[in-house]
């Protein structure tokens, strides 16, 4: 890898882009991951769908626990998720 921080710098940022992403999707209706995956991820192969939904559980597990969102029940991507 020729430029390390630039690449670091991207995937910081892209992380980022994807919480706000992913925040705004639950703004005012809760979701599971698996619907706020197909608000998000509308430009992917639809076999890509349930890696994609991976990623949004795992960025839903890390705010729910920093305090930015709420599971409707046990953690699962099935549960519905709201912004709190």
């Known amino acids: 890898m020729r430029n390390p921080s630039e690449r670091l710098n991207y995937i910081i940022s892209h992380r980022l882009d994807r919480e ?4 705004s999707t639950i703004k005012t ?3 599971t991951a698996i619907e706020i995956t197909k608000v ?4 992917i192969d639809h076999r890509l769908i349930p890696a994609a ?11 729910k626990k920093r305090g930015i969102v709420e ?3 046990a ?5 519905k998720v709201v912004k709190l």
């Open 20 to 23: 706000e992403q992913i925040l």
């Open 29 to 31: 209706i809760p979701m």
């Open 40 to 43: 998000v991820y509308t430009e």
């Open 53 to 63: 939904t991976r990623n949004v559980f795992a960025h839903l597990i890390d705010l």
């Open 71 to 73: 599971f409707n029940g």
């Open 75 to 79: 953690i699962s991507e099935k549960t």
